[in-house]
């Protein structure tokens, strides 16, 4: 019963765990946690590694796709549109709160390219197309990086 229970709440661990680490600024270790260990991200980490600059972590979680909240509805994939709108909400409100700790604040162009250096070679559409067996059959739009830019205005 207890192992059935650690089990069930060892994503949950893991990710208390990852926030300890960006905490104390250990990223590589939060990373190394990531790829290998099942976790469960939510919004609040999202958010906070956003503030902290953590986008090394973040590439992580999309490169090994762990980049699901759990809701009261499930599980929901956050893609890089969702992101680019935590990008930018964070850089509004950092920009209007009037903190000082960073340079020249929070541009959006410059926190929106930390993503797009991330380089991420997803093969999601093709794992799609060929389990479907019709490559036109699949359009996964919600992951693309272009279109997340341009819907933004950052082209």
């Known amino acids: 019963m207890i192992k059935v229970g650690f089990q069930l709440r060892f994503p949950i661990y893991m990710a208390n765990i990852i926030k300890v680490l960006l905490f104390r600024d250990?990223?590589?270790l939060a990373c190394y946690l990531t790829a290998f260990y099942e976790i469960q991200v939510?919004?609040?980490?999202?958010?906070?590694?956003?503030?902290?600059?953590?986008?090394?972590?973040?590439?992580?979680?999309?490169?090994?796709?762990?980049?699901?909240?759990?809701?009261?509805?499930?599980?929901?994939?956050?893609?890089?549109?969702?992101?680019?709108?935590?990008?930018?909400?964070?850089?509004?409100?950092?920009?209007e709160s009037g903190r000082t700790d960073k340079h020249n604040g929070m541009k959006i162009s410059q926190e929106l390219e930390k993503v797009c250096k991330w380089k991420?070679?997803?093969?999601?559409?093709?794992?799609?197309?060929?389990?479907?067996?019709?490559?036109?059959?699949?359009?996964?739009?919600?992951?693309?990086i272009l279109k997340a830019l341009l819907t933004h205005m950052e082209d």
């Open 42 to 95: 939510d919004e609040l980490m999202i958010q906070e590694a956003i503030d902290s600059d953590y986008y090394k972590w973040l590439n992580y979680v999309w490169a090994f796709r762990k980049n699901y909240v759990v809701e009261a509805s499930g599980h929901r994939e956050v893609n890089l549109h969702d992101l680019f709108d935590y990008i930018i909400n964070a850089c509004k409100k950092y920009n």
């Open 26 to 28: 250990e990223t590589d």
């Open 120 to 144: 991420l070679a997803y093969h999601h559409h093709e794992e799609l197309a060929e389990a479907y067996k019709d490559p036109d059959e699949v359009i996964d739009e919600d992951d693309n």
